[in-house]
């Protein structure tokens, strides 16, 4: 039997194909928080003339779009910013604290608001921060850096004043240390790969790259879900967050305190870290 296709027949196709492309035009697509993050942060750096309008305002954007993130961020005790799982994760969150301090009120803090995380911590030179971090974790007498070796690093030494004891002097002096090479230490010390949060309490002016797509973590198959680190140039700090926005896989919250400005990010890409996070929850599969 020959079927003549008449123009009606083609009348009709055409008529439902005008009806599908009116609807898929005309549907709302809800956004992720994510991208009304990305989008809120883009518009405030779209006003802005010069790098001097960056450091007047660039604490107040991120302040004011972090509403987008939904996320329960808090400030611990010693100006680390940290996100709490809304939702009860299956697996034990892992922390990590490169270059410990005297101050561990904020690992305190967190091991008393999370008293199920797994607390890791390194310092080149333990000193009473030590007795004081195993109360809470695990300690590694080691720096990180980029490469693993024996390293000369630049310690400040504080001596009572012979005149006046209530005083102390601040001398530096060269010291060699053991260094392991961050990607190492992560996989292989701690045999890891995922990780909850880590601070960095030491300079790491490779930081930014290794979180970028394509950088040292992904190629490594490490996840971090949250990151803390301090810089102290503004100019810096900018870079870093137009490169962040534009990869479009951190959300990045700035705070200054004094001369240092306190850059904390979460992870929106990887599917683990949004499950513990309970970030965008009716988006995952």
């Not at 492309?21 to 992720?32: A, F, P």
């Not at 001097?52 to 939904?70: A, G, P, Q, R």
């Not at 561990?104 to 007795?131: D, N």
């Not at 499950?275 to 599969?285: A, K, P, V």
């Amino acid at each position: 039997m020959i079927y003549v296709r008449t123009p009606i027949f083609y009348t009709s196709l055409l008529i439902v194909f005008v009806i599908f492309s009116i609807k898929e035009l005309t549907t709302t697509k809800k956004l992720t928080n994510y991208t009304k993050w990305n989008n809120c942060i883009q518009d405030g750096i779209g006003l802005w003339k010069n790098s001097t309008d960056f450091s007047y305002h660039i604490s107040n954007l991120t302040e004011s779009c972090k509403v987008h993130l939904n996320l329960n961020i808090v400030e611990l005790n010693n100006s680390k910013f940290h996100a709490f799982p809304v939702l009860e994760s299956s697996t034990m969150p892992v922390h990590l604290t490169v270059g410990v301090s005297e101050n561990i009120e904020g690992e305190a803090e967190l091991k008393t608001k999370a008293p199920e995380t797994l607390i890791f911590g390194t310092s080149p030179r333990p000193g009473i921060e030590k007795e004081l971090f195993r109360k809470i974790g695990a300690q590694y007498p080691v720096a990180i850096g980029m490469d693993s070796g024996i390293v000369n690093m630049t310690i400040e030494l504080f001596q009572n004043s012979t005149e006046n004891y209530n005083e102390t002097s601040i001398e530096n002096a060269s010291e060699s240390l053991i260094q392991l090479d961050i990607i190492y230490f992560l996989k292989s010390v701690l045999k890891r790969n995922f990780y909850s949060s880590i601070w960095f309490n030491t300079s790491f002016n490779d930081l930014p790259n290794l979180l970028l797509s394509n950088g040292a973590f992904e190629k490594n198959g490490i996840t971090v879900c949250q990151i803390n680190f301090q810089i102290d140039e503004m100019e810096t700090a900018k870079h870093i967050l137009m490169d962040t926005v534009y990869d479009k896989r951190y959300a990045v919250l700035i705070d200054q305190t004094g001369d240092h400005i306190n850059m904390f990010f979460v992870n929106f890409d990887n599917i683990k870290c949004k499950r513990e996070l309970g970030i965008d929850t009716d988006q995952l599969s």
